[in-house]
């Protein structure tokens, strides 16, 4: 049985395969570009700052690699 989520998920797929490469592209920076601006204004952060500790946030969540471990110490 279907739901309404995956409904709505088939339509939003369905939009994104009728768009070029060139709008998908102008959509994810659009995208990240509001999702910085929502966690500034939320946070009442400058720019630059909510892009450092989101950065930083992405950068702790990643998985030590075992390589770069062993080269650094």
């Given amino acids: 049985m279907k739901s309404v989520a995956d409904d709505l998920r088939a339509e939003q ?6 768009l070029s490469l060139d709008e998908r ?5 659009r995208m990240g570009e509001e999702g910085i601006e929502r966690f500034r204004l939320a946070n009442g952060l400058d720019r630059e700052t909510a892009i450092r500790i989101l950065e930083r ?6 998985t030590p690699s075992k390589c770069m471990s062993e080269i650094i110490g």
């Fill in 13 to 18: 797929r369905e939009e994104m395969r009728r």
């Fill in 25 to 29: 592209l102008a959509l994810a920076f």
């Fill in 57 to 62: 946030r992405r950068q702790a969540s990643r």
